[in-house]
């Protein structure tokens, strides 16, 4: 199979000059915030009571959040499942353009993120800030072998594990990539080992292997260190980030805390003292944990003098789980999608559409609302954009800067021309105002209609919505309006074929890796 971009320039002609993008620095040095940026795993737009009144979840310390700063309605993350937007949100880039063009990495992947790929984190610390990685990492690192000469394998068996070498360094970990501390784990929190990594070093050599089989709490059999609680792994975490606030805090730098949660995904553990309390089930159990913890956060932050010039992010890496048994939480009225179709792993809005809250004192003010449509890749640009920063044309190119935004909640200075969306199984769609088109005729995803589900063939070939007036995504309008669909097409075609989609020189997209060697999940635009 040739390449894709040959079959794409002999179908469609490319198109479409995109808007200009200027960095300019307004903060002194000694006037940079702190960048507090918390992800959670698995979260839904419709459970955080701010974004869906009508949900069951108390979630009060998040909704103070978004009513002290800005309220995103509109903030989608660039892929549906969780390694490729955690790679979009550290690097600025769309994740099918790295090697990762479907599926997500494993606990025993290798890192996806080169040495000379500049991050969110590379490029606060070469501006002087302090820099630190806790949490969720899934973007792969790589553990130290017993045989080199031995690949270490990918699935989930413990023997798939016995050629680590716990008691050595990894290699190519978040502290190669910027960040001056980390400490966290290499997969979600149901994927092997089960092993806690602080810069570096293995803080234990598991001594155990350990499974779970429990509805909400399952995680796969893998081997285990004995400092690795499975339900105080959250506590953990939101522990160790206070401290470090607590203590970074005192110098005269600027930190940025990336704050990775692995939470709610599964396994789903709230705490004893959690267990009950939404009388939902125990991811809403689990959800008003984290909201608690998110209020510990913010008086951590205020007991440190540093409320007023600290920007803190809050968002999640894609729509809610069915694990999280969806359909029994809507039985007893709670959406955790709110009202989009599907859910993770979708092209659905409900696989890529999340809360998204800013906070910044000295900023933003309180009770701000923005509809404009935003990509959790923004944050590069954002914090290039604070510290005063031009991007060069190799770095965050899918990345728009926010700050004006900030400013004002319309502004037209945000220059975001569209947002593309992918799935779990590497479909596409692109969104330009109100127009959403999507190039896969299902969900993409886990929800029906499935890829290669009976009768998807009679379906259309692709789904165009007006979000406008089918915010629902019920009425597929494909097939009526045909300069709209040649637009969107010819404009995901330039994205794709410039290797970017801010302005800039063109760029190469890895064009081999993990999920696909020749761009497969492509094949629908010249099917």
Known sequence: MKPLYKYILIALLIGGAVYGLSFEGTEEKEKRPNIIYVLADDLGYGDISLYNPEGKISTPNLDALGAAGMKFTDAHTSSSVCTPTRYGIITGRYNWRSPIKSGVLTGNSKALIPKNRTTVASLLKKEGYETAFIGKWHLGWDWALKDPNVESGEGWNPEDFDNIDFSKKVGNSPNTLGFTYSYGHCGSLDMAPYVYVENGMPTMVPDTVTESKTKYGWWRKGPTASDFIFDDVTPNF??????????????????FLYLALPSPHTPILPTEEWQGKSDLNPYGDFMMMIDAYMGQLAAVIKEAGIEENTLVIFTSDNGCSPAADIN???????SPNGILRGHKADIFEGGHRVPFMVKWPAKIKPNSISDKTICTTDLMATCADIVGVDLADTEGEDSFSMVPLFKDPTSKEYKREATVHHSINGSFAIRKDNWKMIFCPGSGGWSAPKPNSEGIEDLPKFQLYDLSKDPQEKNNVYGQFHEVESAMTRLMVSYIENGRSNPGEKQKNDQEGYGSKDWKQLEVFYN
């Open 328 to 334: 029994e939480m809507i039985a007893k009225g709670h």
């Open 238 to 255: 939101f522990r160790k980030s206070f401290n470090y606030i607590k203590n970074i805090s005192k110098g005269k730098d600027p930190f």
